[in-house]
């Protein structure tokens, strides 16, 4: 089984190591003047895609984002990391605010067709909603199987074993082709792109499509009432003894008084 | 230091350690948190697309493969060899090299924008690649395809340390008087004397050696490769530095030390031209290093001032240290503007790009290391401490103020283009 076409799904996320700000009017987060890079859960899609090719498993990587123009940069990196040729899905910068996993399944499920792919590969969750759906509904939206949380990707005759993380240890499944995956964070560590791949990556192609073109309705199926900063935790205070903590306890209604 | 002063009070050294620690788990170069992306001082600035790429890559290598050793490699004076040869895996050893022979052909500015986000991990490290860049340029740029599909490969991949050699013990700012010689024997060059400051000295594996020839003056330079292990060649001890501390510097000696006369790069007495062509873009590397160290104080004292409350109040609301944070942001975007200016004069081979180089690396090597000074004074005590890694920015970036030609010397060099006729 060689020659298999890998899409891999790559979102633009607000850098890991930044500090997420809340807007001041509470309806997000600031992205503005903010360092983004891969969601780091797609670069290891991409690695381990890039890897199936090098293990002559995998013969096109074709990376797909949605989102604003700087999605291109993702894309660019994804192809300087060895991807083959790049889809841009324009999807400008106001309804980005609301786009939410199951629009994103539908464009990548009718761009995995489109493309004719074997593979639907994406990071298990995005770092910055972490809704972990995506692969899931391109699943099922296909009706191909899925296997999520990959930690081990191996072929097996004209099927893949995945090894998968699960709450208490690893579940070992078998999927048949065409399926979806989702990298999870131990299924490899990315490489760096080289400077030389940086330069060839400009000449690969990308294309850009839009929601319509794939015939998929972006409006919104649901709003974001409010986003908050997580509580700052209490100071807590030194008591002079067991009474007074329990009675303290009781009054927080921590213990059953 | 058992006590710290504060506020004309003295704290107890065990709450000092306490303090301490809490402090260095904030402050760790390893936690970076791109605090200066998208300010007035972000690197990325007035970079087009395809450099902001390489520039990210850089950085991203620097904060992980670096950052979380330059303190290690500074203290036990190790030079990172398999780190280096893994930048070199991703084009970092022959930067501007030709890609014929597998050099990673990116311009001078590139180059600068590279090592200024290399040295954000480790200024001394980035140095020390920078200066094998430079030999690798060398070598690709006036060898003969002979030369250069024998050492290039190798420079590139790095599997081959290389050296400059030019200064030796009695000659310094004035280069011109080298006394090391090389005569000819046959189908040999036989090398006498000896070569100082020699970064990488001892550990590398190729020494591009600037020898006389011929006649005194700059006229009777040539440029000789010595491979390590040739008989004769040797090496002093290791000496003591200030900076610099992952890669050795060693006097390098030449006792009748043969080499065949096809080690000649470019021509006999051509050798002086090569050593200051290769030191204009090693100016600019070394200007690039120091950019990269004012960069990382800059963002660990701005950090710093969030952190660390005095007098009921945190730094960042002292109205002279946010003007002094300001200077200092100034004089980084400054210096590094004149940076990149002098790179791509190089690059367009402006017949200005000698003077430019120089006062280049004359301003932003001496407002780089008043930065990182500056740096150090915002973090007090804490930053004369070595926990910290913001007094090796300054000490690392000391020495570019001294080598690649000394700041007295690039002014000399301005002048002289100044009080030119023409």
Redesign the interface.
Known sequence: MSGLRVLVGCKRVIDYAVKIRVKPDNTGVITEGVKHSMNPFDEIAVEEAVRMKEKKLASEIIAVSCGPTQCQETLRTAMAMGADKSIHVEVDAASYENLQPLHVAKILAKVAQDVKADIVFTGKQAIDDDCNQTGQMVAALLDWPQATFASKIEKANGDLTVTREIDGGLETIKVQLPAVLTADLRLNEPRYATLPNIMKAKKKKMEKKKPEDYGVDIGPRQSILKVEDPPVRQAGSKLDSVETLVSKLKDAGLVPS | MATFASGGRCISRPFAQALLNTLRQQTRPT????LL???CADPANGLG??Q???Q??AL??A?KELAPNMQEWDEKEIFPVETMRKAA????GA?YCD?KFGG???SRLDASVIFEALATGCCSTTAYISIHNMCAWMVDHFGNDELRSQWVPRLASMDTFSSYCLTEPGAGSDAASLSTTARKDGSHYVINGSKAFISGGGESDLYVVMCRTGQAGPAGVSCILVEKGTPGLSFAKKEKKLGWNSHPARIVNFDDCRVPVTNLVGEEGQGFSIAMKGLNGGRINVASSSLGAAYAALEQARDYMKIRKQFGKSLENFQYLQFRLAEMATQLVASRLIVRNAAVALDSQDPNAVALCSMAKLFATEECFKICNSAMQIFGGYGYLKDYPVQQYMRDCRVHCILEGTNEIMRMLVSRDLLTER
């Open positions: 936690s970076r948190r791109f992306t998208a300010s697309e395809e902001r790429q390489i990210k890559m991203d290598f904060a895996q991703l084009g970092f930067v890609e990673t052909g990116l």
